[in-house]
């Protein structure tokens, strides 16, 4: 039901800006994760962005935070993942996930809905 | 940022057998609101993974009961009654309390 899209390879403080879309599902009212899963390694979260109903915030985990950022165009349905001075350890399946709205206090007192929809992944490989 | 361990990170399973994955987590995860924000996935082999519990307890529809999670606080447990083929794969509990969500390492699952 997620589709991520640009996933490269690319050199090291290189660039790249992923695509999640909901073809037949509606991001609008979604807060959409990031997360990422090295070859052969877990899972690792790396951020979300809030649904704008709440200010589409975003946040970040550290190991990407000042690097990563995320947007969102609701008119595309689609959600981003911007990447910027790409580590040879950023080097990854990048899989963006999402849930119901968040609309009710259980939800909105942690952080944000479960993981219900999940996409295939777009694989990233940063090598010099 | 909360931590989550799980064990044992490798389970050989004997299918109609009982199986059970512990997850610890570093602070608790129980919101006064009395809900403890503890999920499990599956990552079938392949496959992008798949939300089985959220709120420590509660199945997804669509999961089997032989599915069920416990605990409370920092102590939580996934348990398959009886195992099927299908199950194997590797399961993750992740916090979701708070920002960063976490994942444990993981625990493979599979035929003896």
């Known amino acids: 039901q997620l589709v991520e899209s640009g996933g490269d390879f690319v050199k090291p403080g290189g660039s790249l800006r992923l695509s999640c879309s909901g073809p037949?599902?509606?991001?609008?009212?979604?807060?959409v994760s990031w997360v990422r899963q090295a070859p052969g390694k877990g899972l690792e979260w790396l951020g979300l962005?809030?649904?704008?109903?709440?200010?589409?915030?975003?946040d970040f985990a550290a190991p990407v935070k000042g690097r990563f950022s995320i947007s969102r165009d609701d008119s595309k349905n689609t959600v981003f993942l911007h990447m910027n001075n790409l580590r040879t350890e950023d080097s990854a399946l990048y899989y963006c996930?999402?849930?119901?709205?968040?609309?009710?206090?259980?939800?909105?007192?942690?952080?944000?809905?479960?993981?219900?929809?999940w996409g295939r992944g777009t694989l990233v490989i940063v090598s010099s | 940022d909360i931590v989550m361990t799980q064990s044992p990170l490798s389970l050989p399973v004997t299918p109609g057998e009982p199986a059970s994955i512990s997850c610890r987590s570093s602070?608790?995860?129980?919101?006064?609101?009395?809900?403890?924000?503890l999920e499990w996935y599956l990552q079938k082999p392949g496959q992008s993974p798949q939300l089985l519990i959220y709120?420590?307890?509660y199945r997804v529809s669509g999961v089997p009961d032989r599915f069920s999670g416990s605990g409370s606080g920092t102590e939580f447990k996934l348990e398959i009654s009886r195992v099927e083929a299908e199950d194997v794969g590797v399961y993750y509990c992740?916090?979701?309390?708070?920002?960063?969500?976490?994942f444990g390492p993981g625990t493979k699952v599979e035929i003896k």
């Open positions: 996930a999402t849930g119901p709205p968040c609309n009710n206090v259980v939800c909105l007192a942690g952080a944000g809905p479960s993981f219900d929809f």
């Open positions: 992740m916090q979701a309390l708070q920002t960063p969500r976490t």
């Open positions: 037949g599902f509606t991001l609008d009212n979604a807060w």
């Open positions: 602070q608790s995860v129980l919101h006064y609101n009395g809900h403890n924000y």
């Open positions: 962005i809030k649904s704008n109903s709440v200010g589409g915030a975003t």
């Open positions: 709120l420590s307890s």
